[in-house]
């Protein structure tokens, strides 16, 4: 891996055998390598629930509903890994929404979203407090339409801060679920591993909030 300093600006992503990134040393880039496929259950609920949506788009909407999603996609633009602001397509829109209502079990939307993103929790802390269960404390409440996600990082060494791109879900709460929240962990810890969480607000729109950061030491005390 080599340390850079990008003459045109901050890359990233894949350009032919090469990958551009950054971490705490600063940009850098790295030699590609092809993923692997471990065919896990939740890589193929996940692919499932894209790929029904994805469908729906020309199988549930009509015309106009999707005319719809186009005017709500050329007004809200996302951000990159950059920071930067681009434009997805209504259909994408569409299939992200959507794809987050169904896993968290909540009911589908046809139109795009008018309420707007949800507002981030103000507090977030959550406790190893055993192998498998990590007990999540967070304010403000919420709404009775609203759920929290979270997602959790591998089980590392303390001193380790991996980011939201290297965690995984681990699933979201119920709606107006109370605080704390005893979350079912997809890996399991010991004493003294850290685990990195991430979580947001989740919406009735499939729109979610800043996600917050909280950090623990398994001591299951």
């Keep these: 891996m080599a340390i850079i300093q990008p003459i045109l600006g901050p890359m990233r992503g894949r350009l032919g055998a090469d990958v551009f990134s950054h971490n705490k040393g600063g940009d850098y880039v790295r030699l590609g390598t092809t993923p692997t496929n471990p065919q896990t259950s939740r890589q193929q609920t996940t692919r499932a629930i894209l790929g029904t949506h994805s469908t729906g788009w020309t ?3 009509d015309e106009d509903q999707r005319a719809a ?3 709500y996609a050329a007004a809200n633009p996302i951000k990159n890994s950059l920071g930067q602001d681009v434009l997805i397509s209504g259909l994408a829109w ?3 929404c959507n794809s987050r209502l169904t896993d968290a079990a909540l009911v589908e939307i046809e ?3 008018v309420l707007g993103a949800p507002g981030a929790f103000d507090t977030l802390s ?3 407090s055993d192998a ?3 007990t999540v404390t967070f304010t403000p409440v919420l709404d009775a339409d609203q759920a929290a996600q979270l997602w959790v990082s591998l089980p590392v060494s303390s001193g380790s801060t991996p980011n939201l791109a290297q ?3 681990a699933g979201y709460s119920a709606l107006a679920q109370a605080s704390p929240w005893a979350a079912t962990l997809p890996h399991s810890f010991q004493v003294g591993q850290r685990g990195v969480f991430y979580a947001c607000v989740l919406g009735p729109e499939g729109l979610i909030s800043a996600y917050r950061q909280a950090i623990d030491d398994a001591d299951f005390v």
């Design 126 to 128: 959550v406790d190893i």
């Design 167 to 169: 965690c995984r879900l």
């Design 59 to 61: 199988s549930v909407l």
């Design 94 to 96: 569409y299939v992200k």
């Design 111 to 113: 139109l795009p979203p």
């Design 69 to 71: 999603w186009d005017v």
């Design 132 to 134: 498998a269960t990590g």
